[in-house]
């Protein structure tokens, strides 16, 4: 039985099956980095979402009230008593052996590949250790996603990978920078954003595609050969360095 005080609910359930009339499914990963902006990050759930954490992603759970409905990894960061309360609750457990070659987050992903989402949403990917938050933003380009967009949310930020073409979501003023992953970005063309590139290129390993602005939502970007990082900010809460 959960220990006293012990609370969660969900709004998940289990995964649905596409052959069972459901049309899309979108999975929401919590990972075991830092949730600063709990409305933020209540906001981008949908009352059908699948749930997922990895590994001690599960304490975001919690404390939002929700109930995940699967936890994946090795179970380092988890206390035996909320294991053993969301077991009581049940939720389902994969655990991984601590010795292994992928990350929580990365297993969790694999798992979630079992059932051809639609989308996947990150919350917490992000945290004190540098060598997990970019081998986290770095998943973005997992060789199983495809066509399957991966979108990191981390307060005022959306981060997600660009290849090919995508449309950039916001409001007037929303900084959007572009960065460019293992190499430069050629044929890089854009509309609605204030600094436009027409068949351009982003050098990898510059910052030229820092903080462009967002004009006429929603804007277009193509890129034509390369990988691109774009990072979208709202500015209701922006702030930064040049």
């Not at 099956?17 to 899309?24: C, D, L, P, T, V």
């Not at 059908?48 to 990894?73: F, K, M």
């Not at 457990?93 to 639609?118: G, N, W, Y």
């Not at 990978?161 to 916001?170: E, F, H, L, Q, S």
Request: with cysteine.
């Amino acid at each position: 039985m959960p220990a006293e005080g012990w609370q969660a609910t969900s709004n998940s359930g289990p995964p649905p099956n596409k052959a069972e009339g459901f049309s899309s499914l979108r999975a929401v990963i919590f990972a075991n980095g830092e949730l600063r902006d709990r409305e933020a990050a209540l906001a981008a759930l949908r009352p059908d979402d699948w749930l997922i954490a990895a590994n001690g992603g599960s304490r975001h759970c919690l404390s939002l009230g929700l109930t995940p409905a699967l936890i994946v990894g090795d179970l380092d960061s988890l206390p035996p008593e909320d294991l053993q309360n969301w077991l009581s609750a049940g939720v389902e457990i994969r655990r991984h052996p601590r010795r292994k070659d992928q990350t929580d987050l990365e297993l969790a992903m694999q798992h979630v590949f079992e059932r051809a989402p639609e989308a996947i949403l990150v919350l917490g990917g992000m945290g004190a250790r540098w060598d997990h938050s970019l081998a986290n933003l770095l998943l973005c380009f997992h060789p199983r996603l495809g066509e399957v967009p991966c979108i990191f949310i981390e307060g005022d930020q959306s981060i997600f990978a660009v290849r090919g073409k995508t449309r950039i979501d916001g409001a007037p003023g929303d900084l959007v920078s572009l960065i460019p992953v293992g190499g430069d970005a050629i044929g890089v063309t854009s509309s609605g954003l204030e600094y436009p590139l027409q068949d351009g290129r982003l050098p990898f390993g510059t910052s030229l595609g820092v903080s462009n602005v967002l004009v006429r939502p929603p804007a277009t970007l193509e890129v034509r050969q390369g990988e691109v990082i774009a990072i979208v900010t709202r500015v209701a809460s922006a702030g930064g360095a040049a």
